[in-house]
T-cell receptor
């Protein structure tokens, strides 16, 4: 069974703090993704990575950065958290390219005060 | 650019009744289409996917979906809903960019 884990289920941070969200997958998947989920908007892609040390911007990258130093780990970084980044963050991994199944972690619910 | 529309924000059905969740997509060629389910407090789980071939796709938990190119639709169906099916359902499309674009989701409530 594919397992995608996220470092925290709930997180409360203050405006201006640097926030790290960690994601680890155990199935040697090449591709990893970060989404944010907001009511009425579905999931929106923030960043993705097809290989170690490789990253590409998704649809809403502003205010975020990512790091992928190891194949199994993909980190999302909020350099200076703002209240409009309060959201549910979902990580996913996928084998290969082109229409494969994405496997999701349980999500991190982030509240920025 | 690819897009997905789920016109129903919230649907309520009685347990044992049939279910159809609507999904319309926009993409120039034949897309890859997916349905995911999200139970409360959980991540997303794949129900089924369509790549090519038979336009009627069977998935897990008794769900099926039918790809209709002429209507740009990929509606999800289940003949008899169970209380455990209460969740949020997302349709998604993947095109040449190899990235998933999700719809806004449909929340399903099941009445006893």
């Amino acid at each position: 069974d594919v397992k995608v884990t996220q470092s925290s289920r709930y997180l409360v941070k203050r405006t201006g703090e640097k926030v790290f969200l960690e994601c680890v997958q155990d199935m040697d998947h090449e591709n990893m993704f970060w989404y944010r989920q907001d009511p009425g908007l579905g999931l929106r892609l923030i960043y993705f990575s097809y290989d170690v040390k490789m990253k590409e911007k998704g649809d809403i990258p502003e205010g975020y950065s990512v790091s992928r130093e190891k194949k199994e780990r993909f980190s999302l970084i909020l350099e200076s958290a703002s209240t409009n980044q309060t959201s549910m963050y979902l990580c996913a991994s996928e084998r290969g390219r082109g229409g494969e199944t994405q496997y999701f972690g349980p999500g991190t619910r982030l509240l920025v005060l | 650019a690819q897009s997905v529309t789920q016109p129903d924000i919230h649907i309520t059905v009685s347990e044992g009744a049939s279910l159809e969740l609507r999904c319309n997509y926009s993409y120039g060629a034949t897309p890859y289409l997916f349905w995911y389910v999200q139970s409360p407090g959980q991540g997303l789980q794949l129900l089924l996917k369509y790549f090519s071939g038979d336009t009627l796709v069977q998935g897990i938990k008794g769900f099926e979906a039918e790809f209709k190119r002429s209507q740009s639709s990929f509606n999800l169906r289940k003949p008899s809903v169970h209380w455990s099916d209460a969740a949020e359902y997302f349709c998604a499309v993947s095109g040449s960019a190899r990235q998933l674009t999700f719809g806004s989701g449909t929340q399903l409530t099941v009445l006893p």
